[in-house]
């Protein structure tokens, strides 16, 4: 039911004050070194989630297994990732379910492909392309660390080529020019199905949502979140924090639309 | 692959212009009034999704299967629904896969409980409780219609009183007074596994924090969520809508920690 | 010092509870209406600010002199105003002090003249321009009655024409083209000082911008201000306003630049 | 009318590309070090504001004599001083006029007590108290430095204690208990008049605005400001900055009532 962590198994280890954590995977006669003193993997091992461990120098830290969002943060990065703020948001305008069938064309880093493929489980597919092999292979890797790869399929492909998967449940884009691949998007998707995508400048904005129009499709939606984090202290009692990120993109959800 | 909408469908009729939408079942004989004149179901039956419909003023609608955010926002109300933005966020913060066991306090109108419903499939539970009655009584009925009352469990239950399942893989907890279901949340959670709440003052949310670490938990998060929903027309340009939403609730994120 | 209110005089009577004011000048035999009842100017005449006045229901009101932004919000508007969020953004902007001699471009209703008025003082001057004579003539009336039109000179003047001042501190631009007047800003002004104009989409902030650039003006600043109320209440506890403005403007900043 | 910059005057030198900027006093045989080289100070002098210096690198540099927003930027900071986000709005709440008197108390670095300074005029007074002489001190040089010592008044004063002036048209407080100046301020205040201040957690903010309930004020608004810088470029577009100030403060503006 739940099980102490194991050799083979990725970890998240957590400072209990300051929040960093690092996400490894636990080897026989593994370290790791932290900010604040070493751990032998060894002494993580057979322990359950929420256990404390205690660093070389003392320092106190939390074992879990990963949550989708730690491994999201923590892949290996060649891209901009789409952000947990604006990830989330993009579900539920993408309305996933369980055993979906869902294009992502700009695979990036694979963040938000193992997001995709965590919500569709394991009789989903996600088809993820991208122009850039290297880009491939480093979400390949980052998506095969997160165990998700039995329901992740890649390949490449270049903006406004046609796509060799049809008759999916919604569509993603995350490309630098979205509009290019609105045309193919439309001829995937079934009827009535979402696409969304995100884009970061005004002028960007404007030209999507215009081929969208323009490609049969209706705009439901365009919006940007900000996320504030909150402080709450005993002493310095509750406010936002100082510093927030300002802006990522903007977010557009819509439906595919037919004339028959 | 993607059927016409049937009688006993529920379908969401959407004004093209102004995305004012109407959610409601299909059936024989059946008719329905909007602010642009009416239509008859039989009119409607038979199309597939994404497809025009005249209403008697020869105003232009569109069919869809309505989404989880659609069936979301059009549940009966009979208490403040959690909205999709913090519905959105809320979701990442559970670590929310297909198969899983959750548990929600205070079903309200069971918006939530719907959108965890979609997303565990088939295989998860929701068991989720509420301490009135005629709330679960409609929540039940809006779960219902969306046609996912195969996975959830309706009970009821006072704030304070210990859960009557455990070891499940997430806790929600939306209720006034979030710290009396905190210490049942912790017998209930699998070790490691996620509680997220929402509240609506800065004193509820010092009190439910500090309720939280003083009941075995570790404070992941504390955020809002703030929608801007941006206008893009091709006359009047890009720019953010003149009205927002303000403010909704704190969200907090935790996990579960253990002493051994 | 501090002098009762009297007859001739324009007071604010503020709704203890509810925070709903009327703003009104008194008058022999004069009489206001609200929302709770009627009360007669007689009965408000000789009162110190702040006192208590009943209406003829009983309900509790507060007697004041206006403050510069309760005039600026009852102006009899013709136009959209400059609230007071932008407004007091772009007095810094301007980088007023008494004395100074300002032009603005655009009078509408003449809300942010007021603020300019009442800040050079009465050794100051604003130059105010608009094409529309009927704008003039509302905002003229305006001004009078916020007792400041000694000190602001009102202009037909057409978009893209030259200004007959010069040697001016600062330059404000509230008009639909204000690329159309940087030029004849930039003859206007001292060198070295600021023109702030405000602009309602991304791309007429765009526009604004390569025309400052291309004018001599180096730009300083560009913003947006979000102004989110919040709610103190014994009971309800501290939190945002649920409803709140989403955007009135992008706001610029600059200053004029020469080449010698 | 526009007179070129000499010795012994302020000026601010300004990096053309990246908005960074230099203030310093024009003195015989200066020089300035920047990030991209050095200037001589007798280079600078005989300029007209908005021409053009290059550094010993090359770089391109302007000359303006500070506005007041550059003055605060550029204090030496003792202490967390108030931003011009923040002291706009304030401006605004606080009803400034030119020729008023105002108290300030809790000088703080004396940024906003310069602002106050400018927008009064000559005619006008701050009356400006800290607890703290080193304060005192460093403000007075800061305002010294600003050109507008004629007008502040600088005073020790304790948290609680009575002020030494009244009739005054305008309190500013800044200080970590604002509560206990409260009632002192009523006494100074006259009727009907504005007290404002800022505090920096939601609990003071509770407490404060019950204090100013039960001291004889009407509590007008309670803000958060949040400021969004734009980012303009022919390239990239429109769109927010990534980064933007998060929080600093809530804003109370006031006014004093009488029972009489």
Known sequence: MSLPVNYGEAVLL????RKKSFLFVLREGGE???????LLHKDIVGKKEGSLVLSSTGARFRIFRPSIVDKMMKVQRKTQIVYPKDASWLIL???IRPGMR????????GAFTMLLAQLVGKEGRIYTFDRREDFLENARQNIRRAGLEDRVVFSLLNAGD????????AVFLDLPEPWLAISPSWDALLPGRPLATIVPTAEQLKRTVESLIENGFLVMDVVEILERRILVRKKEGV???????GFTGYLISSRKIIEE
């Open 239 to 245: 406010r936002p924090f100082e510093k927030m990120v």
């Open 14 to 17: 957590l400072d209990e004050e």
């Open 32 to 38: 790791i070194g932290t900010h604040k003193g070493r």
């Open 102 to 109: 869902i294009i992502e064309i700009g695979t990036g880093s």
């Open 162 to 169: 046609l796509f060799p998967v049809n008759n999916v449940d």
């Open 93 to 95: 305008a993408l309305d």
